[in-house]
């Protein structure tokens, strides 16, 4: 199996031309928003526009559930389904990482971004679309997405993104209206990662207290977040295996709780306590 990454950030378009850049590239099946797609059938996964939040569409986005995770990953590998290429679309490069990672996929062999395909314009009205009206696509046909979506169905994507699309072509895609487009933003409060990394270095052995938790981002997190921590260590524990131990349980947690991605944790031992028998 090979597998082709469709790039862009998030509510620019590649789900709408997700089945041009599937054809183009020779791939028989996509990923999109945990869907399995093959043709105009869904094979397997729960869409994460389905969830009720942002929170919770992207970790469905990224195969965090390993149940969900494992029937996609069977589906793709099964030999009757047949999959030779697969079209992967995700918000970045690290995205794709991940996903290939839980499905047990190759890398891609190559990387279509946004950028090179649709002009700033076409960007622009479909950002439009996310952003003022919720709609999001789906590229199978209503038909087939029905008994997988609860939420609300819009009108075809040819009413929206062009007045030339030929019905025919339009039904091929599905505008929906997930929940969480009626709740606005979602937004996690510092206080709340402050409370994840206080019960990490609680639960992890070796670490006596947290002093001190720092937290900078970029107002749009595409940069990721940076976490420093001031930590008290028990005398006599190994420091770089404890410290390396806390760096990832922090990252993964984080990254699991809120769906932020983490780009650092530096931990800084302030001093050593000795354990009280």
Do not use: W
Not at 77 to 105: C, G, W, Y
Not at 170 to 177: E, G
């Amino acid at each position: 199996m090979e597998v082709v990454a469709f790039v862009g950030p998030s509510g620019t378009g590649k789900s709408h031309r997700a089945i041009g850049v599937a054809f183009e590239n020779k791939c028989d099946a996509i990923i999109d928003d945990g869907l399995l797609i093959k043709g105009t059938k869904i094979l397997a996964g729960t869409s994460a526009k389905n969830e009720d939040n942002r929170v919770q569409a992207v970790k469905r986005a990224i195969f965090t559930d390993p149940e969900h995770a494992r029937v996609v990953r069977e589906a793709l590998h099964n030999p009757e389904n047949d999959v030779q290429r697969l079209l992967i679309i995700a918000t970045s490069d690290k995205m794709i990482l991940k996903i290939v990672a839980k499905l047990e996929a190759p890398k891609p062999i190559r990387t279509v971004y946004i950028s090179d395909i649709a002009t700033k314009e076409e960007i622009k009205k479909a950002r439009y679309s996310r952003l003022h009206d919720g709609k999001h696509i789906v590229p199978v046909p209503s038909v087939e997405l029905k008994p997988h979506f609860t939420g609300y169905f819009a009108d075809l994507p040819y009413n929206i993104f062009s007045k030339d699309r030929k019905q025919a072509n339009a039904s091929d895609r599905s505008i929906v209206r997930p929940a969480f487009s009626f709740y606005g933003k979602l937004l996690v409060a510092d206080d709340a990662i402050y409370d994840i990394v206080r019960l990490v270095a609680d639960d992890t052995d070796g670490v006596a207290a947290l002093r001190r938790a720092r937290l900078r981002r970029r107002s749009d997190n595409s940069k990721g977040l940076v976490i420093r921590i001031e930590v008290v260590l028990y005398y006599g524990e190994k420091i770089q295996l404890i410290t390396k131990r806390l760096q990832a349980h922090i990252k993964q947690k984080v990254e699991y709780m809120t769906a932020m991605t983490v780009k650092n944790v530096d931990v800084s031992v302030r001093s050593l306590q000795v354990k009280k028998k």
